[in-house]
Structures are given as structure tokens and as C-alpha cells.
């Protein structure tokens, strides 16, 4: 090869790289966290699966002043398909819910939709048994709707704001694009991805692994 070629394909392989790098750099970066199946209580529904009078014991401190907590339920469907030691979220909430990936929908014969987190008018039935008693939810079974928590700053930085829905890229071998990903700011947020473990899985993709938001 003369050295003329050998300086074109430098000059190539130069920009192609330059270019791989400016379009890493035009996304705005965002963390995954994975979110597991878990429930959210009220401190009524707390005490008929627990006892009276009984509080939740923190295991991990979670963004938004929540906790995964020490304690565990069994989750029981139709036909009493059930899936053990579900963790319970804390503090207390207004409503209780129960978060599942649609894989765990299936496995438990009930139709969850696809809802943020809060929305459970109209969700499917589940039965939760704890240590002391068990409860029937007559609705509240959720899948929830993907998400992405962050700061105003970030929100700022980011060119979104609360409630927005943008497309995220994940950057690997499987490539994903995830679209209908709402936008959630608050003050106590931390900059992160909530993705079910189904959407984890199947784009191969783990907690701490970093997407993109495209426009
Ligand atoms: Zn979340």
C-alpha cells in the first residue's frame, strides 16, 4: 500500500471515530435501576397481613425518602398461583398496590395492566398472605409503566420536564430502543431508570447500566 492510501484510510478511520463520539455525546445520559416485583400498603392492609400495630423494618434506604423493608408476602392469583417472599416498600401509602412484571402475570393468571404507579382503578384482583393473615385486593395489581426519575437540574440539563414521554436507547448488543417512557421531576429524585425486570432481561440491560434519551 503507498503511503497516499495509507493517509486516506488514516484520515478515514479518524472521522468515523470522531463522529462515534460526538453522537455518544449528544444524548443525555440516565442510570437503570431494575425494579423488582414489590408491594406498596396501606398501614391497615399492613396490620391484617402482619398484626396489630405493627410498623416496617428498613432494609435499604430507596430515592424519595422510600425503603425496601425486612418484610416479606406471598402473592397469590387465580386458581392460587402464587410467587413467595414479594418485598414490601415503605413508608405506608394511601392505596396498596402490587408492582409484577408481565412474566409474573401470567405465572399468577392475572390480566395487570401496563399503569404508573398510584393509577390501579380497574387493575386486577390479587390476594396477598402474610404471617398473620392475608387480604384480598380487589384491584391493584399493577405492571408498572416504565420511568424515569430526576431532579429539576437534571430536568433542566435534560430539556424535558415532569410528565414528558421520551424514547431511551440502550447502547448494546440487543440495542434497544424503549419509547413511552414518562418523565417524572422531583426534588427528592435522584437521576434514574425504572425498568421491570422483563424489560431488563430481554434488552440486556442490568442496574447501573446507562441509557440515552433521544429526542
Ligand atoms: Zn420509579
Known amino acids: 500500500m503507498d503511503r497516499e492510501n495509507i493517509e486516506m ?19 443525555f445520559l440516565v442510570p437503570i435501576g431494575v425494579s423488582a ?26 430515592m424519595g425518602g422510600q425503603f425496601a423493608s425486612n418484610e416479606l408476602v406471598t402473592i397469590v392469583g387465580l ?6 417472599n414479594v418485598r414490601i416498600l415503605g413508608p405506608c401509602r394511601s392505596k396498596s398496590q402490587v408492582e409484577v412484571s408481565a412474566t409474573d402475570a401470567i405465572k399468577l393468571g392475572v390480566k395487570a395492566p401496563i399503569r404508573d404507579s398510584g393509577d390501579t382503578a380497574d387493575s386486577a384482583p390479587i ?17 408498572a409503566a416504565r420511568h424515569i426519575h430526576m ?7 435534560a430539556g424535558v420536564h415532569d410528565g414528558d414521554c421520551v424514547s431511551v436507547k ?11 417512557v414518562k418523565i417524572r421531576v ?3 429524585f435522584t437521576l434514574e431508570m ?20 433521544v429526542k
Open 37 to 62: 416485583r414489590h408491594i406498596h400498603l396501606t398501614q391497615e392492609d399492613l396490620e391484617t397481613l402482619f398484626g396489630p400495630g405493627y410498623q416496617l423494618t428498613k432494609k435499604k434506604e430507596l
Open 127 to 143: 390476594a396477598l398472605v402474610g404471617p398473620k393473615g392475608a387480604l384480598y385486593l380487589k384491584e391493584g395489581c399493577i405492571v
Open 9 to 27: 484510510i488514516t484520515r478515514l478511520v479518524m472521522e468515523s471515530l470522531q463522529k462515534q463520539e460526538e453522537k455518544k455525546e449528544c444524548g
Open 194 to 213: 425504572h425498568i421491570d425486570t422483563d424489560e431488563a432481561n430481554a434488552s440486556n440491560i442490568a442496574t447501573g447500566t446507562t441509557v440515552t434519551i
Open 170 to 180: 440502550a447502547d448494546n448488543e440487543r440495542g434497544t430502543v424503549f419509547s413511552n
Open 79 to 84: 386458581k392460587l398461583r402464587a410467587i413467595e
Open 186 to 188: 422531583d426534588d427528592s
Open 151 to 157: 431532579s429539576p437540574a437534571d430536568a433542566k440539563a
